[in-house]
């Protein structure tokens, strides 16, 4: 369906003096806080979880040494979708348009559209990952106590969920520290930076800003702070829908990972028969997590 001169009867009339609702702000690419980029010339893209060896053994004297296996665990799949959005104008409505033109100022929502889009779309692993269906490659949700290994398991959310705060906060950085790799050895993960919800973010400031403890009438430093657990501080995403869940990305490699098979492309065309001017924008990208290590989740005690 084409946009007519029957939708934009205002426009059409002299004397009309501005016209509103398509220059809001936006918030832009705050999906780059949680994903490494990447680009992808095929369908989906595969990353394979292999695993090392087990703990070494004490040899003794004149018997052999012990031999161990490595092997793949799991495969992460990332498969792109394609995001498009299009609009057409009527060839008259064009035509007596008195005050600006249709196609720049109706461009400009549909980049809107898209970009939102996007980070809808990449808030939903986060959102959707404590049980909403959105799962790692090893089966488990995304924010899972029990994130199955060779060797055992492995945790990226806290045993008893709670809301933000210094004890709720301590815990997460401890867990993250506690990490193992597929085989059960240590990994010697921290976290780098945390990402909340807007609702959040004057607790986070308290949090991450104060050089005394919050909450409390004790004379002690603020040891999240002095020690410089989460170096980057805090991000806001406004696209998080749960109030009271928080997220601290770790410095563990190939984490949460975004792929863009095809950039975001414009164009334009006319149709023949009726003199339509249509519109349209597309893209292709997929955002996913290959080792849920990267990434670790908290729900919030509600």
């Known amino acids: 369906m084409a946009i007519s001169r029957s939708q934009l009867v205002k426009e059409l009339e002299p004397g009309l003096n501005a016209l509103f609702g398509l220059e809001y702000k936006r918030y832009e690419n705050q999906h780059a806080e949680i994903y ?27 018997s052999g040494v012990s031999f161990d296996e490595a092997q793949e665990t799991f495969t992460a799949r990332y498969t792109h979708e394609t995001v498009a959005l299009a609009f057409a104008i009527t060839e008259e409505a064009i035509e007596d348009n008195l005050y600006d033109r249709l196609a720049s100022r109706y461009t400009k929502a549909l980049a809107r559209s898209m970009s939102n889009a996007k980070q809808v779309k990449a808030v939903e692993p986060l ?17 899972s106590t029990s994130h199955s290994t060779v060797s055992g398991s492995f945790q990226n959310t806290l045993t008893t969920q709670a809301d933000l705060n210094e004890t ?11 990490m193992t790799d597929e085989r059960g050895l240590r990994v010697a993960a921290r976290g780098l930076k945390m990402i909340i919800p807007s ?26 702070v002095s020690m410089g657990m989460v170096p980057q501080g805090y991000r806001v995403n406004n696209y998080l829908t749960d109030t009271d869940a928080f997220f601290i990305i770790t410095d563990v490699p190939n984490g949460m990972k975004m792929f863009t098979r095809a950039p975001l492309t414009t164009a334009m065309e006319g149709d023949f028969d009726t003199g339509n001017v249509r519109y349209k924008a597309r893209e292709r990208y997929s955002f996913g997590v290959s080792d849920p290590r990267g990434i670790f989740g908290v729900s919030g005690a509600a």
């Open 168 to 178: 709720s906060l301590e815990q997460s950085l401890i867990d993250i520290g506690q």
């Open 127 to 143: 959102i959707n990952g404590f049980g909403g269906g959105f799962t790692s490659g090893d089966g488990a949700n995304l924010f």
């Open 199 to 224: 609702e959040l973010q004057f607790t986070a400031e308290r949090l991450m800003k104060s050089q005394g403890r919050t909450g409390t009438a004790d004379n002690d430093i603020n040891a999240i």
């Open 36 to 62: 490494t980029a990447e680009n992808s010339d095929r369908a989906f893209e595969e990353e394979v979880m292999l695993s090392g060896f087990a703990n070494a053994q004490v040899k003794g004297e004149g």
